[in-house]
Nanobody, 123 residues
Framework: QVQLVESGGGLVQTGGSLRLSCVAS????????MGWYRQAPGKQRELAATITSDSNTAYTASVKGRFTISRDNAKKTVYLQMNSLTPEDTAVYYC?????????????????WGQGTQVTVSS
């Protein structure tokens, strides 16, 4: 199985920055797309950013220009640099990876989710 462990969440003031990290571990043969979703209280989970294995990125409109997603394939880690944060960014942020091939499932990719990390932006 694959485990995703997020870190870097916390409390920050409006206009501040945070850098989230997500490390994948397990008997991983290949990683495909990775991304960050977020879920605010009382709201549906939404996609914030994704990055492919060849580093093509995509962002939802509300974070474009403020957030930057990146990855380090050697470390099996994806990052989310968040700048100019506002209270609207307050949410639990979840790391995601899709199409992961493992030793246990080497011919079929599976999806995995992290446990989430809380980001709170105060005014």
């Amino acid at each position: 199985q694959v485990q995703l462990v997020e870190s870097g969440g916390g409390l920050v003031q409006t206009g501040g920055s945070l850098r989230l990290s997500c490390v994948a571990s397990g008997n991983i043969l290949s990683l495909n797309v990775m991304g960050w979703y977020r879920q605010a209280p009382g709201k549906q989970r939404e996609l914030a950013a994704t990055i492919t294995s060849d580093s093509n990125t995509a962002y939802t409109a509300s974070v474009k220009g403020r957030f930057t997603i990146s990855r380090d394939n050697a470390k099996k880690t994806v990052y989310l640099q968040m700048n100019s944060l506002t209270p609207e960014d307050t949410a639990v942020y979840y790391c995601y990876t899709g199409g992961v091939r493992t030793l246990e499932s080497r011919f079929r990719g599976n999806d995995y989710w992290g446990q989430g990390t809380q980001v709170t932006v105060s005014s």
